[in-house]
Nanobody, 121 residues
Framework: QVQLVESGGGSVQTGGSLRLSCVAS????????LSWFRQAPGKEREGVAA????????IYATSVEGRFTISHDNAKNTLYLQMDSLKPEDTAMYYC??????????????WGQGTQVTVLS
């Protein structure tokens, strides 16, 4: 059972930056998709960024494109999310996930416990 542990959340002023980390208990880069999701109070969980490990392509939600960067360090089994130019609407609990089947079924994916990001206006 893969375990994912996020860190790096916190409170930051509008326009600030944070880097989230997600350490995996074992090698995960062989899994087709590694992702970051977020969920704000009263809202549905939404995908923020993902890496398709075969080929290395990356995708971003429109709301964060140009401000967030997803990356992975294979040697450290760590997934990152660099968040710049943060806005109050980025406030949410952020979760990393690893999809062993690449089918996007949340029930099949490994999830971390989340790290809270709060952007102050």
């Amino acid at each position: 059972q893969v375990q994912l542990v996020e860190s790096g959340g916190g409170s930051v002023q509008t326009g600030g930056s944070l880097r989230l980390s997600c350490v995996a208990s074992e090698y995960i880069y062989h899994m087709p998709t590694l992702s970051w999701f977020r969920q704000a109070p009263g809202k549905e969980r939404e995908g923020v960024a993902a890496i398709y490990t075969e080929g290395g392509s990356k995708i971003y939600a429109t709301s964060v494109e140009g401000r967030f960067t997803i990356s992975h360090d294979n040697a450290k089994n760590t997934l990152y999310l660099q968040m710049d130019s943060l806005k109050p609407e980025d406030t949410a609990m952020y979760y990393c996930s690893a999809d062993p089947k690449g089918e996007g079924n949340p029930a099949d994916m490994y999830w971390g416990q989340g790290t809270q990001v709060t952007v102050l206006s």
